[in-house]
């Protein structure tokens, strides 16, 4: 019952910076937990980011802490990821997710947006 939409994807070179964003739209709950993905060509879809709505808790993998962002906009029903400093191994098609609670394994969220593109040129 949730749809969710990703934009702000592109081409930028390293050490730039993007913000992504994630509008959801239908049935939404204040339990839920929204998260970020992201799959490069040949390689298994990999958690980024998530972030619980009432709480405001969030998990960042490894790779991004201290460079990406996550937050959300409640009234806005919108999630963001802010990137900074990106590197070359950062492009890959980013996906954000929903599902009830904090969850940072692929096969725990429910709801998926189509994929924004990021590509990180040296």
């Known amino acids: 019952q949730v749809q969710l939409v990703e934009s702000g994807g592109g081409s930028v070179q390293a050490g730039g910076s993007l913000r992504l964003s994630c509008a959801a739209s239908?049935?939404?709950?204040?339990?839920?937990?929204m998260g970020w993905f992201r799959q490069a060509p040949g390689k298994e879809r990999e958690f980024v980011a998530a972030?619980?709505?009432?709480?405001?808790?969030?998990s960042y993998a490894d790779s991004v802490k201290g460079r990406f962002t996550i937050s959300r906009d409640s009234a806005k029903n919108t999630l963001y990821l802010q990137m900074n400093s990106l590197k070359p191994e950062d492009t890959a098609v980013y996906y954000c997710?929903?599902?009830?609670?904090?969850?940072?394994?692929?096969?725990?969220?429910?709801?998926w947006g189509q994929g924004t593109q990021v590509t990180v040129s040296s």
């Open positions: 972030i619980t709505w009432g709480g405001g808790s969030v």
């Open positions: 997710a929903a599902t009830r609670g904090l969850r940072t394994v692929a096969t725990a969220y429910n709801y």
């Open positions: 239908g049935r939404t709950y204040s339990s839920y937990g």
